[in-house]
């Protein structure tokens, strides 16, 4: 195997690891973020019901305004007989109101049902994790991690290879200033387009299978593909592909962010009296080109960092991937889509599930990054792997 042929190995394996690492981690995330960017989400439901929550009273619906007033007529009530009955009956009406107000405490973690009624105020995570779990069963936080795991992998493999290669190249050639924004840019958007070219069926899938909510049985991932198969033809599996080209742009701030923070505390780490002592003494020569376990905690911090202002920045695009990847033809194509959603729900509908959707891609893109640049570089250097767990305090 030649040197170049070694080294697009090493990060295509690398880039496999990393994404499938992450994927795992996070699925549960993953599926509550798909259902709340879906305009048919379970969730919008399960917030009106708690926001309007009714208290059963002898055969009647009230709500907790009128529950208030019933235990005044309580108080006021004559016969002790009833009273004796209707403070049985209160105590059990206390019990469902107190478990509706626990529900609707505020949450840090509350995701804002952005284009709803204003009457439906939050829902968080926690809420949405145990709505599917008791009408779906624990299995259903899960669902598409198939299609997932053999999406994330070739894709990231793809992705970082395509990453690493570009802009090896375009570093050799010197027409444009090595390691700049600009080489980082054109290389994330070279490796952006071949990786969401490649791999938009088997994502098309995972979504697919994400929105399905039916409790009685799950869908399996043949009949999903069928199912597209006879309604849309082999087309139907590149829908959505220009919302992907669009969020190209996301993976574009995210590398370029990532490689200046990088470049940043890297310069931060030369310039510390412990790093300049170090490389005046002898000790430097064997320790030349190492990294150390701190190295691999600041590749996580700032992987963590410009994933979340990317995500920010071009997370619209998300919202309308996934309305376009639902069934049925309300939404057509990516322009179009962003229009109808704010149409009918706003300027906040397009930043509906951000909040989980931050909440999974910190850790996830954390251990990405870590993980993409530990494999990498244990296989570039296995003898210098033995360092590390060491330096920590450097």
Request: proline content about 3%; glycine content about 8%.
């Amino acid at each position: 195997m030649s040197q170049r042929d070694r080294e697009s190995f090493i990060h295509l394996f690398a880039g496999g690891i990393a994404g499938t690492a992450g994927a795992v981690v996070t699925c549960p995330l993953e599926v509550v973020k798909t259902r709340l960017q879906s305009s048919s989400s379970s969730f919008i439901h399960a917030a009106a019901s708690t926001r309007h929550a009714l208290v059963t009273d002898g055969g009647k619906l009230t709500d907790h305004h009128h529950h208030v007033r019933h235990v005044s007529a309580i108080n006021n009530s004559s016969s002790a007989s009833d009273r004796h009955h209707n403070a049985a009956r209160h105590h059990q009406s206390r019990v469902c109101a107190s478990t509706i107000l626990t529900r609707r405490r505020p949450s840090i973690l509350a995701i804002p049902q952005c284009g709803l009624s204003t009457s439906v105020q939050s829902i968080s995570i926690w809420q949405c994790l145990k709505h599917i779990v008791q009408t779906e069963g624990s299995r259903a936080l899960f669902k598409g991690l198939g299609p997932n795991i053999v999406g994330v992998a070739p894709s990231r493999a793809i992705y970082f290879c395509a990453y690493s290669k570009t802009k090896n190249t375009l570093n050799t050639v010197g027409i444009i200033p090595a390691n700049s924004p600009l080489v980082h840019i054109l290389s994330a958007s070279c490796a952006g387009f071949v990786s969401s070219t490649a791999t938009n069926p088997i994502w098309f899938i995972k979504t697919r299978m994400q929105l399905d909510s039916n409790a009685n049985g799950r869908m399996t991932v043949g009949e999903c593909v069928r199912r597209i198969y006879e309604s849309q033809g082999v087309r139907g599996f590149y829908k959505g592909i220009t919302a992907s080209y669009v969020g190209i742009s996301e993976t574009v701030i995210h590398f370029v962010i990532y490689e200046a923070l990088k470049k940043k505390l890297l310069e931060l780490r030369q310039s510390s009296p412990a790093a300049k002592a170090l490389a005046a003494g002898d000790t430097s020569a064997g320790r030349e080109g190492g990294k150390t376990s701190r190295d691999f905690l600041e590749f996580m911090a700032a992987g963590a960092t410009s994933k979340t202002i990317a995500s920010v920045v071009a997370y619209p695009h998300e919202v309308a991937r996934t309305r376009l990847r639902e069934e049925g033809n309300k939404y057509r194509n990516f322009w179009q889509t962003l229009l109808t959603v704010w149409k009918e729900e706003g300027k906040a509908g397009l930043y509906r599930g951000l909040g989980t959707q931050l909440v999974r891609q910190i850790p996830n893109t954390a251990i990405m990054m870590a993980t993409y640049e530990a494999v990498v570089y244990v296989l570039t250097n296995p003898a210098s792997a033995s360092l590390l767990p060491t330096g920590t305090g450097n």
